[in-house]
């Protein structure tokens, strides 16, 4: 077995904060605390076929509660791991409406978590890959106080951590620190998450493409146009692209990552379903996004970066094109063409 393999992710997260001598290890705990959550995460997930065997013995857990669905156990998991970790001044989360306080028996931490605990948990009953996405903010309001909404309504650029855990075939832990991106692979036996994917880079151009077209008479004419002229047969790469749509956007943004291309979710400003788009800024679009960029990617909202919008409230929606620099820059030339 080669050393790389032998890097644990917690060691290579101290190697890294070591390169900074003011920090405090706070960050270093933050990331165990999620990588344990990452864990018990995926014990639920891997018995989730098991569960209506498992419930059909008296539908409650061991502590006696109620069987919850999963992503409320993620949620609670993630919760759990945080709420006395002294790490985090406040949480938000795609299952939450509000912001989720840090009780205050406990002390208040540098730094902010917003997530979500299952994405595409839509798709579990059919095995398909759902995951977590975590962002990481420094707090804008003065140590020891309870954190504030404030300290959540920070652009995708101020990330100081982000990343997702993606519970498939393995389960996989990718991150950033805005130095590069990291792949980690948990090993089951060990229970350790050891470097499998290091300095990750995203092709430069890729011949996938990713979107729900059954919301194709929804698109802007920008969006329609780009996505007829992948599918061209004599388009100037010569063949068309394929397409790669799962409808878990964890594992099409971590396929994009691998394999290059692009993921789409468009502003479906006639559906009145989904008026804004349908992905999250906060805990979806932004770190998701900060990975690809990291990794040598683009993201936009057809306007500017994704990392660059400001968002008003927790769960502000954006229209998501994040992938490969080529695909796009050539995306963003139609909508420059046919929707500005
Ligand atoms: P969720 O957070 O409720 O799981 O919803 C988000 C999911 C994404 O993972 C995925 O990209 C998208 O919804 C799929 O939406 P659609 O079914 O409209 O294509
Ligand atoms: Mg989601």
């Known amino acids: 077995m080669s050393s790389l393999r032998t890097c644990t992710i917690e060691r290579h997260f101290i190697e890294q904060q070591e390169k900074h001598p003011e920090a405090t290890g706070e960050l270093t705990r933050l990331m165990h605390q999620l990588a344990f959550a990452a864990k018990q995460i995926t014990k639920e997930v891997r018995s989730a076929g098991l569960s209506d065997i498992l419930g059909a013995a008296g539908h409650t857990n061991i502590q006696g509660e109620v069987v919850q669905k999963l992503d409320e156990i993620s949620n609670d998991m993630i919760y ?10 406040c949480m938000a989360s795609e299952e939450r409406e509000k912001m989720i306080p840090i009780p205050n028996e406990f002390h208040y931490g540098k730094y902010t978590l917003a997530f979500d605990p299952l994405d595409g948990s839509s798709n579990i009953d059919a095995n398909i890959n759902v995951g977590t996405i975590f962002s990481i903010h420094r707090r804008v309001t003065p140590e020891g106080t309870p954190g504030t909404e404030a300290d959540l309504l920070q652009t995708g650029r101020e990330q100081v951590v982000a990343g997702y855990i993606v519970y498939g075939s ?15 692979t948990l090993e089951p036996s060990l229970g350790e998450f050891l470097l499998s994917h290091p300095d990750m880079r995203i092709p430069k151009r890729g011949t996938y493409f990713s979107i729900n077209t059954g919301n194709y008479h929804y698109w802007s004419e920008g969006v329609k146009r780009y996505v007829d002229h992948v599918i061209t047969p004599n388009n100037e790469h010569g063949t068309p692209y394929s397409l790669r749509y799962i409808g878990s956007m964890i594992a099409d943004v971590h396929r994009t990552l691998l394999y290059g291309g692009i993921f789409m979710y468009p502003l479906d400003f006639k559906d009145p379903k989904n008026p804004k788009g349908k992905l999250r800024l906060l805990y979806e679009a932004a770190p998701m996004s900060m990975v690809i960029e990291q990794a040598g990617g683009l993201s936009t909202n057809g306007k500017q970066s994704i990392l660059d919008v400001v968002p008003t409230g927790l769960h502000d929606r954006v229209p998501l094109f994040v992938g490969s620099e080529d695909n796009v820059y050539e995306l963003l030339g139609f909508l420059d063409k046919f929707d500005h």
């Not at 759990?80 to 001044?89: I, K, P």
């Not at 393995?170 to 980690?184: E, L, Q, R």
């Open 170 to 184: 393995s389960t996989m832990m990718v991150y950033t620190t805005g130095h590069g991106v990291n792949g980690f």
């Open 80 to 89: 759990r791991a945080f709420d006395h970790a002294g790490v985090l001044c």
